[in-house]
């Protein structure tokens, strides 16, 4: 058996490791019948395991991964094998790759408008263990498609990316409502889910444009979320869209806490769950949540970042500016520091509290794990799963229910369930091994050890020390391509 190597050595003795594999954890019978390891395989031995479907971890019975795809859990002996092994200690914790669904790979580093970047980005979100992401709106499509292209072909290692496409709405650059007609939004969406886009996201949409876009993505069996209004002024409540089909919603719960008399972020900042009209408002729209199977993708930390920036969940654990050139780090600090913005403020501590309430009304399997964060290069998305998990804890979500809402309620929300989302026979093999117990501490997370994607082992120290110092424009020769307003003509 070949023992994989890293910067940080894997340590369990093989014969402890395989003492763990005939654990009281596996079933007689399965333990009665040991499969040996392949060349080629993967067997991941020692530490404790957390497969996602229950509340604890379990001493690691030994995990044979083949072709990509976890072949069997317990029952393995690895000696003599010619397969290649993770071996571990005690200290570490074998959970499935976290999924992000709204991993925004845009950045915006000299104020002058995003652009999609897929050489970085994809590198940061891997080795913090993110394995699965969906963009929730592409800036430029056509990049997007790109990076996806590079990292299916190996020229460049990064997370599942399920293509979201554009925008669909008034987020989207010339945008017209008079344009879109519903005629033409079906040919359009249609156009989209025949290019292979795994869900659509909408954001300044009228109701009769939703309303075709959820008709056209279920016909093709793909997804449709959205960042929604009130219902102010021709938008769209969450309620409303719930009604129509929609599968995810962004941010907000909606309903009768967001009268449309008014815009959705005047309402939220001004919520007083304390008031018994307003909790039974939230809890009346959070069962409706619940009654009709839809996702809330409630992205906390989103609006952390333009707010106070909480010390306890935006602190740093790694120079995420360090990953900007030399060039574009000196323009970012410049700018530096953000003046917070005092409605995001009372929205960052407001939605905690919705949080909270939509999980204690029964909602904790439809709750998903979205960071949100276009990056203007103090902070990048692929760090914001381990603050967004924290963020959750924090508004009073137990540690298993926030690690779900990171794993298999973004699967199922996604509707890949069946590959993803658990360390099970039969899924693909995307593994987040780390130091600590995110069980116990959520902020274990950040303490990535070993990624696994597909069956395929990556340090993340390594993913780090090649992408350092990468990020933006060298000099002002080349800066243009950073400016969305000038590159993408808005």
């Known amino acids: 058996m070949k023992i994989m190597s890293s910067s940080r050595p894997l340590r369990t003795s093989l014969l402890a490791a395989v003492a763990l594999a005939s654990a009281w954890w596996v079933p007689a019978a399965l333990a009665a019948q040991v499969t040996t390891p392949q060349a080629g395989d993967l067997v991941v031995l020692g530490g404790r395991l957390w497969d996602g479907t229950g509340d604890g971890a379990v001493p690691n019975p030994g995990i044979l991964i083949r072709n990509g795809t976890i072949l069997r859990i317990g029952g393995v002996e690895p000696l003599g094998s010619g397969a290649e092994a993770v071996l571990l200690d005690d200290e570490h914790f074998v959970m499935p790759g976290l999924f ?3 991993a925004h790979y845009a950045v915006d580093l000299f104020g002058e408008g995003r652009v999609d970047e897929y050489t970085v980005n994809p590198v940061l979100f891997l080795a913090n263990g993110v394995t699965s992401t969906f963009p929730a709106g592409e800036v430029d499509p056509a990049e997007a498609r790109r990076g996806r292209e590079r990292i299916a072909s190996g020229e ?8 979201s496409g554009p925008y669909w709405g008034t987020a989207r650059p010339g945008w017209s409502h008079e344009a879109m007609t519903p005629d033409s939004l079906r040919k359009e969406a249609t156009f989209w889910a025949l290019r292979g886009v795994r869900g659509f996201k909408a954001k300044g949409i009228r109701p009769e444009q939703l309303q075709v876009l959820i008709d056209v993505a279920h016909e093709h069996g793909i997804t449709v979320t959205g960042h929604l209004d009130s219902g102010f002024r021709d938008s769209v409540n969450p309620r409303q869209a719930i009604l129509m089909g929609i599968d995810r919603i962004e941010h907000f719960l ?10 959705a972020y005047a309402s939220l900042e001004a919520l007083e769950l304390r008031d018994a009209a307003t909790a039974a408002r939230i809890r009346e729209q959070s069962e409706l949540f619940i009654d009709q199977g839809t996702y809330y993708d409630a992205t906390l930390t989103a609006y952390g970042y333009f707010a106070d920036r909480e010390p306890v969940v935006f602190d740093y654990w790694a120079d995420e500016m360090g990953f900007l050139t030399p060039y574009a780090r000196q323009a970012v600090e410049r700018a530096l520091p953000r003046r917070p913005l005092d409605q995001f403020e009372r929205i960052y501590y407001v939605k905690r509290q919705t949080v909270k309430a939509f999980y204690e009304a029964g909602g904790g399997d439809q709750l998903t794990l979205g960071t949100d964060h276009p990056s ?8 914001g799963s381990h603050r967004e998990l924290h963020a959750m804890v924090l508004a009073g979500i137990p ?3 926030a690690l779900r809402a990171a794993t298999i309620n973004a699967a199922r929300a996604m509707g890949v369930d069946e590959r993803l989302g658990t360390i099970e026979q039969g899924k693909y093999a995307d593994l987040l091994i780390v130091r600590g117990d995110p069980l116990t501490r959520i902020t274990d997370t950040r303490n990535a050890h070993v990624v696994i994607r597909a069956g395929r082992v990556y340090d993340p120290e390594e993913l780090f020390d090649s992408v350092r110092g990468s990020l933006g424009p060298k000099s002002e020769a080349d800066a243009d391509w950073w400016r969305g307003n000038v590159r993408l003509g808005r």
């Open 254 to 263: 909606g309903g009768d806490a967001l009268p449309e008399s008014q815009s």
């Open 100 to 102: 992000d669904l709204h």
């Open 399 to 401: 540690n298993p229910a």
């Open 376 to 383: 203007w290069g103090e902070f990048f998305s692929g760090f």
């Open 156 to 163: 460049l290692p990064g997370p599942r990316i399920y293509s």
